[in-house]
C-alpha cells in the first residue's frame, strides 16, 4: 500500500509498515481482553513508552515531555496539540504540531469516548471522527528570508479501531491546502498504536506511530517533507507492593528531505520507591544510539533522579536532573558532558482554575549534518474552566536551542531564541460536536538571519465524533 505526500506527481512517496502486523496485534488484544482481566490490573490505562508528550491536560506545554494542568473529561484533547513539537522531530512554524500522532501515549481516545459511538465489527469496535481547521498566518517564513501571509485549511478525517480495553489503532489523513504560493498543498497521514498487558507482578505496554508530513519547520527555515517510524516496548515491575522497576527500549527513525537520515536506539532503566505518601523518588540508567547518514554517529549514556509529589491538595510537582554524556563515532571531538533537567509545578489556584511552570534541557539530533541540538525551555500557562461547556486558555514559553559540531563539540554553529504566547478559547457546543479559536505570536531570532521570523498567527478547529 503506497501513500502520497503530496498532490504534486514528482514529490517522494513513502510507505507505512505493513498492516497484518497491527492487525495481528489487535486480534492478540481482543483476546485477552475476552479472557477477563488478570489479577492485580490496574484501574487505569497503563501509558506504554512515548518518544514525544502525553497530551491529557490543557493547556499543553510546547516543549515540554510532561502533562500540566488538570481537565474535564469532555475537552476534546485532539483539539488541543502542542504549538511546537520536541527538537529532533520538529516544530511547526506555521500551523498544528507536525506529528499529532505522536503526542500520546495512550490509546487516542476511549472506547465511545468524546462523543462517538462504537461500531461493533466482530471482535474489533470501530469509532470515527472528522476535524477542520483553518490557520491563517502573517510573516510566515517558507523559505531564505521570504515572509509569507497565508490561509493554512486543513482537513482530518480520523478512524479508530478498539480490541478489548488496552488496544487501539488510529488511522487520520489531512489534506492540507495553503493559499501563499510559497507553500505546496499536501496529503499527510499518521497511524498510531497503543496498547498494554499484564501479568502477576508485571505491566507491559508497546506504541508504534508511523507520521508522513510535509509541515513549515523552524529548524530549516521551510516547508519540510518528512517520514517518522517511532516505536516502543516498556515493562515495569512491582518489585515488592512498594518499590519498582522500569524497563523501557525506543526507537525512532527519520527520513527528511536535504536532511541526513537518523536512526536513534535508547533504552533507559528506573528504580523508584515511594518515600511518604506525598513523595516518591527514583534512580535512572539510560543509554542511546544516534546513527545518522551521512554524519557522525553518536552514543551517549544518561544518569537521572527523579522527584514528584506535592504539597498539600493543591500544588504537585515533577523534578528530574541528571547529565549525559556523548561520544562521537569517527570524530577527534572530546566527549560532551551536558546536564539533563526538567520541573514542572502545577497549582490548583481554584476548583476551575489552574496554572503550572516549568523548565527543561536537553539534546536531540538535528535536521542538519554533523549537527546536535541542546536546548533549554521555559514556560507557564494558566487554565479556567467557564463553565460545563466553555473554557479558556493562555500558555507562553522560551526555548534556546544551539546547533553544536559533532566534529568539534566546542563549536556552536548556529544559535536560535524561540519565543511563543498564545491563549484558546473551546466551547462544547454538543456531546459530539467540539470548537477552539485560538490566537498565538511566534518569533524566532537566530544569529543565521535565514531563519529570522515573527508570525501572528489565528485559529480555528472544528471537531466532531459520528
Sequence with gaps: ???????????????????????????????????GPLSGEPEDDFAPLSTSYEPRTLPEAPWMSTSTAPTPDWIDQTTVQPTFAQPGIGSASF?????????????????????STPIPLGPIDASFDA????????????????DETSFRHALIPGMNLYAGDRWSIRYAPSLTFFTADGYENTVDHSVVLAGSATAPG??????????????????TGRQTDQTVHSTGLSANWDVNGRDSLTFSLSQNIRFADSAPDSYSWVNQN??????????SAGLGFGIGYDYLDPGVDMLYERLN??????FGSKLTYRLSGGAEIRQFSGSDSPSNVSPLVSAVV?????????????????????????????????QGGLTQILSSKWSASANGG?????????????QTERSDDSFFVGCSVSWRATAKLRATASYSFRSNSSDASDFDFDSNQFGLRLSYAF
Design 1 to 35: 500500500m503506497q501513500f502520497f505526500s503530496s498532490f504534486s506527481h514528482d514529490r517522494p512517496t513513502a510507505r507505512f509498515l505493513s498492516p497484518s502486523l497491527l492487525l495481528t496485534l489487535l486480534a492478540v488484544g481482543s483476546a485477552e481482553a475476552a479472557s
Design 95 to 115: 500551523g498544528d504540531n507536525p506529528l499529532p500522532s505522536m503526542t500520546g501515549t495512550r490509546p487516542i481516545r476511549p472506547r465511545g469516548g468524546s462523543g
Design 131 to 146: 476535524t477542520y481547521s483553518l490557520t491563517y498566518g502573517t510573516g510566515l517564513l517558507s523559505n531564505a528570508n521570504r
Design 202 to 219: 508485571w505491566l507491559f505496554g508497546l506504541n508504534h506511530g508511523t507520521s508522513i508530513t510535509s509541515t513549515p519547520l523552524i529548524e
Design 270 to 279: 528506573w528504580y523508584d520507591r515511594p518515600l511518604s505518601d506525598r513523595l
Design 305 to 310: 533522579a527523579r522527584l514528584q509529589g506535592s
Design 346 to 378: 502545577t497549582y490548583q489556584v481554584l476548583d476551575r482554575t489552574s496554572f503550572f511552570v516549568g523548565f527543561d534541557h536537553s539534546i536531540s539530533t538535528s535536521y542538519f549534518s554533523n549537527q546536535f541540538t541542546e536546548n533549554s525551555s521555559v
Design 398 to 410: 522560551l526555548r534556546m536551542t544551539s546547533y553544536l559540531n559533532t566534529l568539534d563539540a566546542t
